[in-house]
């Protein structure tokens, strides 16, 4: 009996094995695999990229997947959505590098989400133009912004838009004058809708002014009315936060002066303020003295305003009674020797580290007294006397005191005529105590390592 050897060899359990009984399926793609079909989550993230702005599904899924969706989602999502909502670096850097060329974090605390914030609140600002834009545009994005912005650094502010363009005479716009011809005030930005909402402001810089004018340029449009002066003055005292407030070049008198500091008195948190390039006189330095003694202030800049010797005398006399300033700057004012004599009297025990008398018709008394401060305080650190002229004797005067000292690290001397002999003998006496301090602050460091290496030493097996 012949047995067929096909049927013997496919008659098993298996069907499909025999190539007879077989169906051949044969995909449209040649290149399709299993292996290709995607995984389910990576489609739930494709999806929930897909709707992040309508369904922002972020704080559910874990932290893989995440990270996955915050690398994906598009940049133009609307900020009421992200603003609280994502935390992630990776996101607002890209957020900022698509708004901005030059991105530098370090100055923004190394967050890039700060920067972003921080970036666009001043350019709405900055390009604020009263009775024309919506003030809603600044406020609609305080809610999104107010924990995340620190620093306000405000570098113009749009005047209102005339109604009437009228042809200002060429005598009156290059007098000066602070008015149009109508004598109307310019107003800007209000500040005090907005800084009270900033939880956690800690700087602000302002200048009224306006950037690349050109051929637009009239007087009034740098000027700081007092409506503005009164405005930025409730703003800076309902900001209880406010560390540093620097308002340079604008044109700020005694009076406006006197209506910013009644309302920065007892300030709770306020330790520097910049009051420089302004028309300070000396009125407004026995203001600034006041706010000396109600404040906590470190550190004041009055470069380049019209105080005299008068207006030296009252800060002098509040910086030697009170010990919390650490820094004072009265480069290119007229002080003259009377004020310089007062304020290095006043220095003899103060606790200030920092003093520049740059450029205030120094002559050699203000050497001699202070080459007894050098003697006697213990605190300063930095000295600035350059563009006086303190003569060779007043270089003598002041290179005796040097040598007894050993805090001053920077002592500025250029343009004074002190003799190249005194100069260099004190850049030495300079050199010596940096290298005091070096020295000092590297010998702990040294007898640590030695310390160290004696342990390992020893606790080393054999």
């Not at 050199?431 to 342990?455: G, W, Y």
């Amino acid at each position: 009996m012949n047995i067929n050897p096909w049927a013997t060899k496919f008659s098993g359990p298996n069907p499909a094995a025999d190539p007879r009984r077989m169906r051949r399926i044969i995909a449209e793609d040649p290149e399709w695999s299993l292996a290709t079909v995607p995984l389910l989550s990576d489609l739930c993230i494709k999806h929930i990229v897909k709707n992040f702005a309508e369904h922002p599904l972020l704080d559910q899924l874990l932290e893989k997947h995440k990270r996955k969706v915050l690398a994906k989602i598009s940049t133009n999502i609307p900020l009421q959505v992200t603003a609280n909502l994502v935390s992630d670096e990776g996101y607002w850097r890209r957020c900022c590098l698509e708004c901005w060329e030059v991105c530098d974090i370090s100055s923004y605390g190394g967050s890039w989400k700060r920067m972003f914030f921080e970036r666009l609140l001043k350019n709405i600002i900055e390009f604020f133009v009263p009775d024309t834009t919506d003030v809603k545009v600044v406020l609609e994005l305080v809610p999104l912004c107010r924990n995340y912005v620190r620093k306000l650094d405000i570098a113009q502010l749009l005047p209102p838009v005339k109604q009437s363009h009228e042809t200002m005479d060429d005598d009156s716009s290059d007098g000066g004058s602070d008015s149009d011809v109508n004598g109307s005030s310019v107003d800007h930005f209000d500040f005090s809708i907005l800084l009270n909402k900033l939880i956690n402001l800690e700087e602000l810089h302002v200048t009224y002014g306006v950037k690349d004018c050109g051929m637009n340029f009239e007087w009034n449009i740098f000027q700081f009315t007092y409506r503005d002066c009164f405005s930025l003055a409730k703003a800076i005292h309902s900001c209880k936060s406010l560390k540093v407030l620097k308002l340079p070049r604008n044109r700020i008198d005694d009076e406006m002066l006197r209506v910013l500091v009644k309302y920065m008195l007892n300030h709770p948190s306020l330790v520097e303020l910049d009051l420089s390039h302004n028309l300070i006189k000396d009125n407004g330095a026995k203001v600034v003295a006041k706010l000396l003694h109600k404040t906590k202030l470190e550190k004041v800049n009055l470069c380049n305003n019209c105080i005299s010797a008068y207006g030296a005398k009252a800060i002098s006399y509040k910086v030697r009674r009170f010990s919390t300033l650490k820094s004072i700057n009265f480069r290119l004012n007229q002080i003259g020797d009377e004020g310089g004599e007062a304020l290095g009297q006043a220095l003899m025990k103060s606790s200030v580290e920092e003093i520049n008398l740059s450029s205030n018709e120094l002559t050699e008394p203000v050497a001699v007294v202070f080459s007894e401060l050098l003697m006697k305080n213990h605190t300063l650190k930095s000295i600035d006397l350059s563009c006086n002229n303190l003569g060779q004797e007043g270089g003598r005067q002041l290179q005796e005191g040097m040598s007894m000292n050993k805090t001053v690290m920077e002592f500025d001397l250029r343009l004074t005529d002190i003799g190249q002999e005194n100069e260099y003998a004190i850049n030495q006496m300079l050199h010596l105590n940096r290298e005091r301090v070096t020295n000092a602050i590297c010998r702990p460091l040294k007898a640590t390592k030695v310390n160290d290496i004696t342990s390992d030493h020893f606790l080393a097996p054999d």
